[in-house]
Antibody, heavy 116, light 108 residues
């Protein structure tokens, strides 16, 4: 069974940092591209970042470019999102998402709240 | 950026009735269009990709159609478990996906 389990969310002050993790199991993690997608409270879905299976290709949404860094460790079956210079508008549930051009599996999400 | 616009924002439907949801793209996305279902407190679930192909395990009452800029998700006979929010997503501009703002299907 495919499982994606996010962790690392919490309350952080504006300008602060947080590192999200996603533990994958039930499939060959190193064969799949992965993404982070977020959802602000009561709002729709927003794509955040993409990383290819080998980490050779990475993309970011303009809203997070220069502040967020996506990475992965295929040996540990894990995906990460380092978030720096956090802003109020980064408050959201962050989902880890397995990609086959579309998202076929989602994690349960981890809530990041940016507030003073 | 490709903007996805869904209508209506809320759809009130009685169980057993048909529901028709619309999604419009600001420019052509060919057939690179997916639909997701999201229930409160849960992650989204893939329903349809390629505009009309049902994902694994999705019941036949869900169907998708359209190409270019106009797309439709139809639920032929609404079941109680179908009341949820539905999002369309374009992946023509992969990996820079964009999603619609969602259509909430509620019980009439």
């Amino acid at each position: 069974e495919v499982q994606l389990v996010e962790s690392g969310g919490g309350l952080v002050q504006p300008g602060g940092s947080l590192r999200l993790s996603c533990a994958a199991s039930g499939f060959t993690f190193s064969s799949y591209s992965m993404n982070w997608v977020r959802q602000a409270p009561g709002k729709g879905l927003e794509w955040v970042s993409y990383i290819s299976s080998s980490s050779s290709t990475i993309y970011y949404a303009d809203s997070v470019k220069g502040r967020f860094t996506i990475s992965r460790d295929n040996a540990k079956n894990s995906l990460y999102l380092q978030m720096n210079s956090l802003r109020d508008e980064d408050t959201a549930v962050y989902y880890c998402a397995r990609e086959v051009k579309v998202v076929d599996y989602w994690g349960q999400g981890t809530l990041v709240t940016v507030s003073s | 950026e490709i903007v996805m616009t869904q209508s209506p924002a809320t759809l009130s439907v009685s169980p057993g009735e048909r529901a028709t949801l619309s999604c419009r793209a600001s420019q052509s996305v060919s057939s690179n269009l997916a639909w997701y279902q999201q229930k409160p407190g849960q992650a989204p679930r893939l329903l349809i990709y390629g505009a009309s192909t049902r994902a694994t395990g999705i019941p036949a009452r869900f169907s998708g159609s359209g190409s270019g800029t106009e797309f439709t998700l139809t639920i032929s006979s609404l079941q109680s478990e179908d009341f949820a929010v539905y999002y369309c997503q374009q992946y023509n501009n992969w990996p820079r996906w964009t999603f619609g703002q969602g259509t909430k299907v509620e019980i009439k």
